[in-house]
């Protein structure tokens, strides 16, 4: 039963589950308690944008999109904060401009983009050593500044004017947790694309908020949810050989469902 | 010379070209305790956020204990008018309070903030309840949290819109007692549409309307309780200043 282990992409392939679900468990606690799931939905797709441009330039895709899709955080918060444009229709344009940037780029590149779908839908037993360092190392950097601005997330996230009246400047805080969420998103772009990935985000810190109210208990066990249930998509999709990243969003989903029943 | 509290003068705001305030001079001192009254839409909440700083004048100066009132941020304690956030956010009464402590970047709360939460919830009633998620709460328990995040700053400045609404009937003299203690130390400052509910507490009133109709004293602003009640229903219905007040 266990000897698919013996593979090395499948060791790749757990050790991502891993490094993915620790992004998930920090960024999507705030995504969720801060109700910004579609928002992170439409800088995942910009960040196809950010694919798009590495394979122009012939540079590693997932580096690529790093910082194309903090940019493209950034202009939805301004977009939001400085243009007065609402919310809503800021996300719409933002996700289709993204994917199409992404899409004439590749375009623009002569010849065939092999490995293009597993950047839209995940192929979580194609990630090599660099894409675990990358993951890794992003890991790091969003573990820290969680930590370091955890007040600040919290406060902006509970009342906004609140915190404004305290002095704290929430223009700054927010475009700083829109760029944790771009750099979450690039952590899961290579496991589950980024069309599906906003699933991983959202699902596990919205399962873990039925069952505490404590926002680092939350983010623990999202972070757990997340291993548990990425794991088992994973072995769902190697056993009846259908595609990982689809297979783990509707794992996560039924995780959902149920989760939702027990809790009731 | 010590400044005032609150210094408006000739404060204009519109918003989406429609006209909230005109022209509003109002000088709210160290040790007042005041009430802003006037219909819904008559520019109170807007004048409180004018004060805090987070809406500009198109027009006019503020000054708050002499300073801009980003810089007087130390000094001001608020209440917003109603729960504009998820009750089911994942968060207790104590971290709650513990926002109104919060002084910058990166600083960490210390004992002494913790103390001081500590003493704002005893000041609401509300200290056996420091570990109860905001969920579990009733409407008047959550006010009087948010009362206490507001008192936890110390202010020298206590801003509170509608501080009335959500508060159970039974905790209204208490409030009223706790105001009375406080008042000593801080300017109050409160926001209601209800004339008659404060009057009998606060010893100023600040009749507003887009304009400022009246500001003083308020037994000045009618001659018995009875003109109180009367003068700014009034002035609400009607737009035009009772004959009882001096025009201002």
């Known amino acids: ?264 | 010379m010590k400044s005032a509290a609150v210094e408006l003068r000739n404060v204009s705001f519109s918003y989406n070209h429609q006209l909230i305030l005109k022209d509003v001079t109002l000088t709210i001192q160290e040790n007042d305790f005041m009430a802003i009254i006037g219909p819904n839409g008559g520019g109170k909440s807007t004048l409180l956020k004018i004060i805090l700083g987070l809406l500009k004048p198109d027009e006019g100066d503020v000054r708050i204990f002499g300073c801009i009132p980003q810089k007087a941020r130390d000094k001001i304690g608020y209440l917003p008018q109603k729960f504009i956030f998820d009750p089911d956010f994942p968060i207790n009464v104590m971290e709650t309070v513990m926002m109104g402590r919060y002084h910058g970047l990166l600083k960490k709360y210390s004992k002494k903030d913790e103390k001081k939460a500590k003493q704002a919830l005893k000041d609401v009633n509300m200290l056996d309840y420091e570990d109860r998620q905001i969920s579990r709460l009733s409407g008047g328990q959550m006010q009087r949290v948010l009362i206490a995040r507001a008192l936890a700053r110390e202010p020298k400045l206590l801003l509170m819109d509608e501080p009335m609404a959500s508060i159970d009937p039974e905790m209204q003299n208490s409030f009223y007692q706790l105001m009375a203690r406080l008042k000593n130390k801080m300017a109050i400052v409160l926001v209601s549409h209800d004339v008659g509910a404060v009057s009998v507490h606060v010893d100023k009133i600040a009749c507003l309307n887009q304009k400022l109709f009246y500001h003083g004293p308020v037994e000045n602003a009618a001659e018995g309780l009875e003109e109180v009640y009367k003068c700014p229903i009034e002035l609400i219905s009607h737009g035009i200043p009772h004959r009882m007040l001096r025009e201002h």
């Open chain 1, 1 to 264: 039963m266990l000897e698919f282990l013996q593979y090395e992409f499948m060791q790749r392939a757990f050790l991502a589950a891993v490094l993915v679900s620790v992004a998930c468990g920090a960024v999507g606690t705030y995504v969720v308690i801060k109700r910004i799931v579609s928002l992170s939905g439409a800088i995942s797709h910009a960040a196809f944008g950010g694919v798009g441009l590495g394979y122009f330039f012939s540079l590693n895709p997932v580096i690529a999109a790093i910082p194309f899709s903090i940019l493209a955080a950034l202009s939805i918060g301004f977009a939001r904060d400085k243009m007065k444009i609402s919310e809503d229709t800021a996300i719409g344009i933002l996700w289709s401009v993204g994917m199409a940037l992404g899409i004439i780029f590749i375009n623009l590149k002569s010849g065939y983009a092999p490995d293009l779908f597993s950047y839209l839908f995940g192929s979580i037993l194609t990630v090599s050593t660099t894409d675990l360092y990358i993951m890794l190392v992003l890991d790091v950097i969003i573990i820290f500044l969680v930590y370091l601005f955890r007040r600040e997330f919290l406060a902006v996230s509970f009342d906004e004017e609140f915190s404004k009246v305290v002095g704290l400047n929430s223009t700054y805080i927010n475009m700083l947790l829109l760029a944790l969420i771009a750099l979450s998103i690039v952590v899961l772009i290579k496991v589950v694309g980024v069309i599906l990935l906003i699933a991983l985000l959202a699902i596990p810190a919205a399962i873990a908020k039925q069952y505490t109210y404590d926002i680092r208990k939350l983010m623990i066990l999202s972070t757990i949810l997340g291993v548990i249930l990425t794991s088992l998509g994973l072995i769902l999709s190697f056993i009846f050989n259908l595609s990982s990243g689809a297979t783990i969003v509707l794992v996560m989903a039924v995780a959902f469902l149920l989760s939702y029943y027990i809790q009731d």
